[in-house]
Structures are given as structure tokens and as C-alpha cells.
T-cell receptor
Framework: NAGVMQNPRHLVRRRGQEARLRCSPMKGHSHVYWYRQLPEEGLKFMVYLQKENIIDESGMPKERFSAEFPKEGPSILRIQQVVRGDSAAYFC?????????????FGAGTRLSVL | TQLLEQSPQFLSIQEGENLTVYCNSSSVFSSLQWYRQEPGEGPVLLVTVVTGGEVKKLKRLTFQFGDARKDSSLHITAAQPGDTGLYLCAGEGAGGTSYGKLTFGQGTILTVHP
């Protein structure tokens, strides 16, 4: 069984460009979570999505960041007009149901570097 | 805002020694997870504890959830070099609006020397 797949594993962008991070959850999982890990810091919750719904986006910066999980295809975390402070590892996790949301399986992450 | 304080931040020990990592909060959590993360990889779930006072064992690892569900500990017996890594605790908040929103501690970097 494939685990949570994230791509790309590494992404380099120049300031002002857009970054698109993709996450395919584990088979049978319909709940996706995004976390950000800044250097020397722990993981911080960003957003929780179910298919076609944003359940909790309380950890998302108010500007430039958006996330979606369409009916078909992977979940996308989009960062517009990236700045150096966006450089971090972005992790996606998935769980099968809402009531098992505490059991989250993580992907290997996307390491974003903004030049 | 729920916070998890993890200690120690760094731990360097010799093979065969025992160690304990602590995770503390002033908030109540409905569950607490322990993860291990290797460099360049995502966190891998080790255990979930749900009931206050619960103790779970995974080979040489013993996990405990505090009676009040505000704290947890990870104890490793006879550490081996293969235990080297970053250990993270993460809590799921109590209350319906906290589903899926894990709060992570800052992690403990464990190094076990042969």
C-alpha cells in the first residue's frame, strides 16, 4: 500500500513566484492535513481539509496561502508571491475518517527554498 | 492556544543507557501521539495514548499519558544507536473544534553513541 505521497520533494523558487505543493493521501483516506516545519522549530498546523471542503484553516497565514482538496486528484497547497520567510518543510498527513483524525500518517514532505 | 513543552531538547547518551523524554502542557488533550522523524523524512507514528494514566509498551519504548491528560512521557530502556533521531509529541485538543489539529512539541533530538 502506498503511503502519503508528496511532490515535489524539493522546490526552489525565487521571491515573487508561486509555489504549488501536491499531496496524495493514503488509499482510502479522505482527510488531509498540512503542517509547516520551520528551521529549528516544531511542526505547526496549517489547514485541515476533507474532499471539496476546508474543515479548519486556523493555522493558515491570511494572505498568499490557499489550500484545496478537490473531488478528484491530490490536495494542493498554493503559496503566491513567495518570500524568503516561506522557506520551510511542508508536510501533508492523512487519516481515514474524522473520528480517527488523531491517527495521522505523514508524507516525506516538500522542502521549499526561496531564493 | 494550546502549547506542548517537550524536554530535553537535546539528549546525547551512550549505548545501553536509559532515558526519558517529557511532554507537558497546561491544557487537556483528548489524545497524545509520539512520532519519530529521521532527517529529510516525515514523522512516523509510534503510538497513540487516549486514556488518562494509560501506559503502552513498544519493545524497549514505554509511553505514558498523565492522569489528567496534560502530560506524557517516553522512556527508552537500553538505548541503541538505531534509536537516534528526532522524537516529537503531538496532542489532539479536547473539544469538537480541535479534530485533526495536532499541536506538536518542539522535539527532542536523541543521539545514542556506540
Amino acid at each position: 500500500n502506498a503511503g502519503v505521497m508528496q511532490n515535489p520533494r524539493h522546490l526552489v523558487r525565487r521571491r515573487g513566484q508561486e509555489a504549488r505543493l501536491r499531496c496524495s493521501p493514503m488509499k482510502g483516506h479522505s482527510h488531509v492535513y498540512w503542517y509547516r516545519q520551520l528551521p529549528e522549530e516544531g511542526l505547526k498546523f496549517m489547514v485541515y481539509l476533507q474532499k471539496e471542503n476546508i474543515i479548519d484553516e486556523s493555522g493558515m497565514p491570511k494572505e498568499r496561502f490557499s489550500a484545496e482538496f478537490p473531488k478528484e486528484g491530490p490536495s494542493i497547497l498554493r503559496i503566491q508571491q513567495v518570500v524568503r520567510g516561506d522557506s520551510a518543510a511542508y508536510f501533508c498527513a492523512s487519516s481515514p475518517t474524522r473520528t480517527s483524525a488523531r491517527i495521522q500518517y505523514f508524507g516525506a514532505g516538500t522542502r521549499l527554498s526561496v531564493l | 492556544t494550546q502549547l506542548l513543552e517537550q524536554s530535553p531538547q537535546f539528549l546525547s547518551i551512550q549505548e545501553g543507557e536509559n532515558l526519558t523524554v517529557y511532554c507537558n502542557s497546561s491544557s487537556v488533550f483528548s489524545s497524545l501521539q509520539w512520532y519519530r522523524q529521521e532527517p529529510g523524512e516525515g514523522p512516523v507514528l509510534l503510538v497513540t495514548v487516549v486514556t488518562g494514566g494509560e501506559v503502552k509498551k513498544l519493545k524497549r519504548l514505554t509511553f505514558q499519558f498523565g492522569d489528567a491528560r496534560k502530560d506524557s512521557s517516553l522512556h527508552i530502556t537500553a538505548a541503541q544507536p538505531g534509536d537516534t533521531g528526532l522524537y516529537l509529541c503531538a496532542g489532539e485538543g479536547a473539544g469538537g473544534t480541535s479534530y485533526g489539529k495536532l499541536t506538536f512539541g518542539q522535539g527532542t533530538i536523541l543521539t545514542v553513541h556506540p
